[in-house]
């Protein structure tokens, strides 16, 4: 019988199979290299894609400013030519027959003379009925508080609203950027309030939270689904979505909460309090 000879393996097989490891090794590094690569190029589109979206909606958002401020002018110049201009053309024309007159019958004298008072007096109330609606000077001049009762107090007189106010006095230590914002916010919720909630009361509060200053405005009119509005594609609204952009601008936080039988109740807290909050 013919025995086979078991031959140790000659160098060159040793260094074939050493190569074929290698090989192996490099085709597995390969791999997990392709796929991490795979992974980060997913991870940078996605990256890519988000960051094209907050873009398109920065956009869109300065599109809306632009378009708000443009439309605010538009009324304000409106108003300003029909009420104002409109007042004054009156009152001119009083004068001229008060010219007229002033040779002529002491009564008719006396009712013109009261007619144009009563014309200047209405165009001094809406010059100061635009003052206060473009930038109340009573914020500057006196402060959150009293610019709040002011607007509350015509706002209750125009829209038979009730509202109840609380607040603390310590909230006027706050710098002006950030009353402004407080102000603004409730402007906005309670000009909300009457235009869509049909209310009957509402509660606007002004806590003082550690390190915050919390502002409610929470109303018992007909709820709405915020996230609906808030997400819809082509919102064209500015008032929830101003809201919350002022009270981010200043490092707050802003939030929406409504529900059937409990009405709205708009939220904005912003730091306050720390020696570098302020
Ligand atoms: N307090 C509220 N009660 C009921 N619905 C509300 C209330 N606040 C907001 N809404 C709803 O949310 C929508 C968006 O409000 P938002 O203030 O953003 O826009 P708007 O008031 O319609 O327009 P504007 O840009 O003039 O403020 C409103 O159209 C309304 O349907
Ligand atoms: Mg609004």
Redesign the pocket.
Known sequence: MKRKSIRPPNRHALQLAAANRRLNREIVQRRLAEESLKKSERHYGQLLGESRRMQEQLRHLARQILLTQEEERKQISRELHDEIAQTLAGINVYLAALKAEATGSVNGLGRNIARTQRLVEKSVNIVHRFARELRPTVLDDMGLIPALHSFMKGFAKRTHIKIHFTAFAGVEQMNNTKRTVLYRVAQ?AL???S???HASRVKVSLQKFPGAVRMEIN?D????QVER?LLAKRNK?????GMRERVEMVGGSFSVE?APGKG?TVRAQIPFGSSTTI
């Open positions: 906005a000009n909300n309030v235009q869509h909630a109303d009119g007909k709820s709405f509005v609204r500015l008032g929830l979505v409504s709205t």
